[in-house]
């Protein structure tokens, strides 16, 4: 017992033992108080519950997320902290004003050498072969004297992610007003030469003042040559202001302001021109239709104002210009150095000559053909529009496709020799046919290589033919002499049918008889087959018995005789009586 009592005591911890008991179990009411006080702060009808920063808590969170575990710390209110960035984890970065420092320390210029300074030229921030000053003959530190200022120590820069990307950061304003004063200097330097030479000229009296007729209105007309003098320092601005005027736009060089319209009157939006929604593609964030709007209108893309924008990129010298972009690739691929951009004419020379030199070759390599081959008689022929044109040869069809009227189409020929006629045969091998042979038409003739005969070798081939039919008999009469031998064969084959006739009428009676009882037995059996095979139609296909029981054997004669005896033919008129 007292083990037991020792095992179970709680160990001793001092303080933590309070924070590692477990919370009490609360009651049943208290767990409905706290259930109603939740629905209550979801519906909005209570104040959300407060964390210990004073911050309130999103009644729609989760438990797990709010409470905080009774194993870290039971007392500790619900909160969100944990939730939110750990400042002891967050990185400190550099603000968007701070830059690397420019220049050197010009506060301060030290008069003599330092010790650990550079070598070179007596800086302390760096040493000699760091040094970027231009090595001298003696260095400051044995001669004391030019001692460069110490440059500036940079501070290690840590921007966050919208500060790597400000691409003004450390830009310096007073460097442009740098670019501002030296412009208006120049600017200053050319009024002042213009008033000096307009002085100079009226001093000399080149420059007279020209007073115009006064107009209907009463306005003074000014003096061209004056107006032109005192515009002539915005000439180099307007001198093209008068070329950039395009439809819908005007540009007054005067006023200098750009009147923009709506549109053009004329102007027909891509995507009105062809209302069907099937219709080439619009697109509204490029305003491009690339395929033609017309294409299922059977109209010619000639013809209409718009085609689409793949059709205007693929006209005009755009092809010829992707011609040529692929030549210079490809001469630069061979060793070439051209470039469409940097030597267009270079490039457009040498294709010209090599568009010349290629005709050449291949004309000249069609004539080798020619030369050694032949064949310059097919190149010649007519085109084959030409040669399946109309004609006014009148030809008529019947409904079936055959010609009533006029010339009928030619056969096509075949790639064999066709209508080759030898040995004076007027036709060809293969247009006589007769008792499963083949002969010539023109003499009946069935040897392939043989001479023509003409009719003489019809009427021989005729006669014949009629000599066979009218006497078949007469070759049975006719036989040929017997030899010596043939003729003893057959005096002893006579001998022996004579001796067999002797025994044999001796034992046929016997052998009839057996005959007899054979039959009977084949008939019998036959009758027990046809009872049986009554039986079996007479059930179930499904009961019936399979037949793995019979021999595969030959049938004797008796009982072929039997099965010929016992067979019933529907069509005997007899048939009715077999049974009585």
Not at 286 to 315: H, L, Q
Request: net charge neutral.
């Amino acid at each position: 017992m007292a083990s037991g009592a020792v095992a179970n005591t709680p160990p001793v911890g001092g303080a933590n033992d309070v924070s590692l008991e477990e919370p009490k179990k609360m009651t049943r009411e208290d767990w409905r108080k706290k259930k109603e006080l939740e629905e209550q702060r979801k519906l909005g009808n209570a104040p959300a519950e407060v964390d210990e920063e004073g911050k309130d808590i999103n009644p729609h969170i989760p438990q797990y997320i709010s409470s905080v575990p009774w194993y870290i710390d039971p007392s500790k209110r619900p909160t969100l902290k944990h939730q939110r960035p750990q400042p002891e984890k967050q990185k400190q970065y550099n603000s968007s004003g701070d830059w690397y420092k420019r220049g050197v320390q010009e506060h301060a210029v030290a008069t003599r050498y330092r010790k650990g300074a550079c070598e070179n030229c007596g800086a302390l921030t760096h040493k000699k072969k760091d040094c970027m000053e231009r090595p001298r003959k003696v260095g400051a530190k044995y001669t004391g004297m030019n001692i460069a200022p110490d440059e500036h120590v940079q501070p290690q820069l840590m921007f966050d992610y919208d500060g790597k990307r400000d691409r003004w950061n450390g830009y310096n304003p007073e460097e442009h007003m740098k670019i501002v004063e030296e412009y208006s200097k120049v600017d200053l330097a050319k009024r002042t030469l213009k008033a000096q030479k307009l002085q100079e000229e009226l001093a000399s009296g080149k420059l007279e003042q020209v007073n115009s007729p006064r107009h209907q209105w009463g306005e003074e007309e000014s003096n061209s040559q004056t107006e032109r003098d005192h515009n002539s320092e915005d000439e180099d601005e307007d001198k093209y202001a008068d070329d950039i005027d395009m439809p819908g736009q005007n540009f007054d060089s005067k006023r200098r302001i750009t009147v923009r319209n709506l549109r053009i009157r004329e102007d027909i939006a891509k995507y009105l021109r062809n209302l069907d929604p099937n219709s080439a593609y619009y697109d509204p964030k490029t305003r491009a239709m690339r395929e033609n709007p017309y294409a299922n209108t059977g109209k010619n893309p000639d013809e209409v104002g718009y085609a689409g924008d793949n059709f205007v990129r693929y006209t005009g010298d755009t092809i010829s210009m992707a011609q040529t972009q692929l030549f210079a690739w490809e001469a630069y691929d061979k060793g070439s150095e051209v470039h469409l951009q940097a030597d267009p004419t270079k490039l457009e020379l040498l294709y010209k000559s090599f568009k010349v030199k290629k005709e050449d070759f291949k004309a000249q390599q069609k004539e080798s053909i020619l030369e050694k081959y032949g064949g310059q008689e097919h190149l010649d022929a007519p085109p084959a529009e030409l040669l399946l044109a109309q004609t006014e040869d009148y030809v008529e069809y019947s409904r079936h496709g055959t010609v009533i009227k006029g010339q009928e189409k030619a056969i096509a020929c075949s790639k064999y020799e066709e209508d080759v006629k030898i040995n004076n045969h007027t036709c060809i091998w293969g247009s006589y046919w007769k008792e499963g042979k083949w002969g010539y038409k023109c003499c009946h003739s069935f040897v392939k290589y043989s001479y023509c005969t003409g009719e003489a070798g019809k009427e021989i081939a005729n006669t014949g033919a009629s000599l066979m039919e009218e006497q078949p008999g007469e070759e049975e009469h006719v036989t040929k002499p017997k030899t010596l031998m043939e003729i003893h064969q057959e005096k002893q084959k006579e001998k022996k049918k004579k001796k067999h006739k002797k025994s044999s009428n001796s034992d046929s009676e016997g052998e009839e008889k057996k005959k007899q009882e054979k039959l009977k037995k084949a008939l019998n059996a036959e009758e027990a087959r046809l009872l049986h095979v009554k039986e079996i139609m007479q059930l179930d296909e499904r009961k019936r018995p399979y037949n793995s029981q019979y021999e595969p054997r030959e049938p004797t004669e008796e009982e072929m005789e039997a099965y010929r005896m016992k067979r019933q033919r529907p069509d005997d008129p007899m048939a009715s009586f077999l049974g009585q």
